[in-house]
């Protein structure tokens, strides 16, 4: 396998995927966590999500 002559390209290719999935799952769990203390904050701050209230 390594002395396919597109075992260079391959390789920098399944790199590539990797890194932009590892970035995609680290930007996703960043942005949950961002949300998640935004949303607290708020809580704390006296503001209810429409869904708590009573109709």
Do not use: C
């Not at 075992?7 to 966590?33: H, N, P, Q």
Request: aromatic share 10%; charged share 25%.
């Amino acid at each position: 396998m390594i002395d396919d002559p597109h075992f260079g390209f391959i390789l920098a290719a399944y790199l590539i995927a990797a890194l932009v999935f590892v970035g995609l799952v680290s930007w996703i769990v960043t942005d949950y966590r961002l949300q998640k203390r935004t949303l607290e904050q708020l809580e704390a701050s006296g503001v209810r999500r429409r869904s708590d209230s009573e109709v």
